[in-house]
């Protein structure tokens, strides 16, 4: 029902900073809880950050908390996802996640419990 795109991926140098934009169709953005997650290769998708419709309530996963800050823009229908102090084991595509919520302000870190997803962007940090 909603389609996603990441975009702000690249190469940058350990301690460097990144933004990364998630773009959803449709006029109906703030019934969706919205999530990042990011996999590298051979590993299982991990959950980076979510937040709830209205921006009011955020989790951060335990290896980016305190460095990572995700927020979104409901009349724009875009969500974002600042990365400071990035590291080497930040190295990932990081995705763009959905899910519907009629109602409550629950935000899951489970991959299973997201409805809908971007086609992810690639975020290499060097050292």
């Known amino acids: 029902q909603v389609q996603l795109v990441e975009s702000g991926g690249g190469l940058v140098q350990a301690g460097g900073s990144l933004r990364l934009s998630c773009a959803a169709s449709?006029?109906?953005?703030?019934?969706?809880?919205m999530g990042w997650f990011r996999q590298a290769p051979g590993k299982e998708r991990e959950f980076v950050a979510g937040?709830?419709?209205?921006?009011?309530?955020?989790v951060y996963g335990n290896s980016v908390k305190g460095r990572f800050t995700i927020s979104r823009v409901n009349a724009l229908n875009t969500m974002y996802l600042r990365m400071n102090s990035l590291k080497p084991e930040d190295t990932a595509a990081y995705y763009c996640?959905?899910?519907?919520?009629?109602?409550?302000?629950?935000?899951?870190?489970?991959?299973?419990?997201?409805?809908?997803w971007g086609q992810g962007t690639q975020v290499t940090v060097s050292s």
């Open positions: 937040i709830s419709r209205s921006g009011g309530n955020t």
């Open positions: 996640a959905a899910r519907k919520m009629p109602s409550g302000d629950y935000i899951s870190t489970e991959v299973a419990d997201y409805d809908d």
């Open positions: 449709g006029r109906t953005f703030s019934v969706y809880t």
